[in-house]
């Protein structure tokens, strides 16, 4: 079904003007809920360690870390402002599929968007897309995937970041599907770690994982052009009841972030 | 989580149930709720997020389950340990992120909600004034009250931001 190739064309075609209004209003939603919960989060002894790790190991300052005056690389700020706004686990989620796909994608988008100096429209059609996508890719994987032991915000939020960075720079379909290949392969994460530091890490590993699969790809970095459907893909190795069919339906007319839930409290699920 | 915890906090402004006199609470949600927040013996403030009892009992005994209740302070408090154990949890699978609660007083009085979607759902939403407002508190945690209503604003006409970095400077 060239479920990898249709997803890169449907984010190199899709334009915020072919966003229905709500769905462009429930993106700015998804956008205010992350930030106020990353900057809720700052005080948070994981974003703390973080904020360290940043600040010795940090590279050229080109993007902003949440809650201090710090910059770092595009990589580590990703990573950073992914774990601080999933820190407080207060963030948006998708009921069905259990995934917190904005924390995934809009760290790594805002880095990248700080450094090429892009505007507000770009980082919000590169957030619902990214969404849309990792949304996709978890009703594809299936409720067994997450029964299993993976967390799915892990596994599929590296798509969410992958996507949103490839559709802020409009990347080529050629480069997405790359991309995807990529971060695809780096897809992990399992529930194991719920209740320590590391399930905010993954939220921030995703980002960084994104920002790194966009950006190789761009450069001509070359992977699997089926790393979904693929034999030795992630519906064969991360599920064993994979559905293509859903990942695609309504690809464009439906979506998929209008059923995007915010926490009225901190908690786990 | 989130619909048992409404439910009870629904039921603790109603009926202010002492917690002395409080035979049982029975807890019934779907598959979600049992994993995710499966942890019946927390060792951490961190990991109270994840434990269906302790947050039943905290949202009983407590005025809010807000940030501050996830201490390790609370994982110790007798009251809240006292509480969790009279927690009678079930997994009803169909009932998803749902909930059906029940306090059972020892007086053999009992008070009841159930809710099929929870609070933040499409279906049960966070109103825009509730957003905001849970994004007015936790903002200002760290940035300034001026900051965070320039970042609202910013946040609203986002398509209008020629350079993401007017919103990213508000930050800190």
Known sequence: MKVTKKLAEFLHETQLNDLPQEVIEKGKMCFLDWLGCALGGVSEETSKVIFDYVKEYEGKPHASIIGSELKADVNYAALANGVIGHALDYDDYHEDTVIHATSTCLPAILAVAERKRLGGLEVLRALILGIEVCIRLGLGLGRYHYELGWHSTATTGRFAATAGVANLLNMSVNEIINAFGICGTQASGVRQVFGTMTKPLHAGKCAMDGVLSALLAEKGFTSSKEIIEGELGLFSVLTETPNEGIVLDGLGTKYHLLDICFKPYATCA | ?172
């Open chain 2, 1 to 172: 989580m989130h619909g048992t915890l409404g439910l009870l906090e629904e039921i603790r402004d109603k009926y202010h149930p002492e917690p002395d006199d409080i035979e049982k609470i029975k807890i019934e949600t779907g598959h979600v709720a049992f994993t995710a927040a499966g942890n019946k013996s927390p060792k951490t403030g961190r990991e109270i997020k994840f434990s269906l009892w302790y947050l039943a009992a905290l949202a009983l005994l407590e005025e809010n389950v807000g940030l501050d209740k996830f201490v390790d302070e609370k994982v110790h408090d007798p009251r809240v340990i006292k509480l969790k154990n009279k927690v009678d949890a079930h997994l009803v699978d169909s009932l998803g992120f749902g909930a059906r609660v029940s306090v059972i007083m020892k007086n053999g009085e009992e008070y009841k909600r159930f809710r099929p979607k929870q609070k933040g759902s499409p279906a049960n939403p966070l109103s825009t004034h509730e957003l905001i407002a849970k994004f007015r508190n936790a903002a200002q945690m760290t940035i300034t009250e001026e900051n965070t209503e320039r970042l609202l604003e910013k946040i609203k006409s986002i398509e209008q931001i020629s350079d993401i970095t007017q919103v990213m400077d508000l930050l800190h």
